[in-house]
């Protein structure tokens, strides 16, 4: 039983740059949730996705921008990347409104 | 009223010890109370969840305690080992929307 994914594991970026990190559901999951964990902090929700939609959002801003696929794969876009950027970036998976999420290993994004 | 205030911020225990992580809320409307463990480069893993219709959960070595009246939750890891030593997350949520707020995070030590 495959678990949640992400890719890539790291990523090192400049200040003004676009990023995209990209996530795939632990096996029978279809719905996504992003987190952003600086370090030393606990993880702070971004958005969530279910059926291809923004379900909810939390306070990030509009350069934060996602996308859900047909497979339930989700991608979580970054524009005008910022210093205040870096960190571990999670995934969570679970089924519809399931309350139980699994993370993934997350994606550590350097801003230079 | 969003935050989960967690503590302490680190813990030393000798194997074999209790250590105990306590976490307290404002927001009433949270039902959904997972606690969740992380190594470090890896994501956070889902260790035992509780809700407020309950006082007392158990699963394995791990132990949630939980006070409606008070608005607080705490973890119990009996007969604790040196590979607990992780950090320790609580978190809330309202059932079905899955926006997990999480705690600053617990930095266990258990020493051989």
């Known amino acids: 039983d495959a678990g949640v994914t992400q890719s890539p594991t790291h990523l090192i970026k400049t200040r003004g740059q676009q990023v995209t990190l990209r996530c795939s559901p632990k096996s029978g999951h279809d719905t996504v949730s992003w987190y952003q964990q600086a370090l030393g902090q606990g993880p702070q929700f971004i958005f969530q996705?279910?059926?291809?939609?923004?379900?909810q959002r939390g306070n990030f801003p509009d350069r934060f921008s996602g996308h859900q696929f047909p497979n339930y794969s989700s991608e979580l876009n970054v524009n005008a990347l910022l210093l205040g950027d870096s960190a571990l970036y999670l995934c969570?998976?679970?089924?519809?409104?399931?309350?139980?999420?699994?993370f993934g290993p997350g994606t550590r994004l350097t801003v230079l | 009223q969003q935050q989960v205030k967690q503590s302490p911020q680190s813990l030393i225990v000798q194997k074999g010890g209790i250590p105990i992580i306590n976490c307290a809320y404002e927001?009433?409307?949270?039902?959904?109370f997972p606690w969740y463990q992380q190594f470090p480069g890896k994501g956070p893993a889902l260790l035992i969840a509780?809700?407020?219709?309950?006082s007392e959960k158990k699963e394995g070595r791990f132990t949630i305690s939980f006070n409606k009246s008070a608005k607080q939750f705490s973890l119990h890891i009996m007969d604790s080992q040196p590979g607990d030593s992780a950090t320790y997350f609580c978190?809330?949520?309202?059932?079905?929307?899955?926006?997990?707020?999480f705690g600053t995070g617990t930095r266990l030590l258990v020493s051989p």
């Open positions: 509780i809700r407020p219709d309950v």
């Open positions: 927001n009433t409307a949270f039902d959904y």
């Open positions: 996705y279910y059926e291809e939609e923004e379900r």
């Open positions: 978190a809330a949520s309202y059932t079905g929307f899955q926006k997990l707020v």
């Open positions: 969570a998976s679970s089924l519809g409104t399931n309350d139980e999420q699994f």
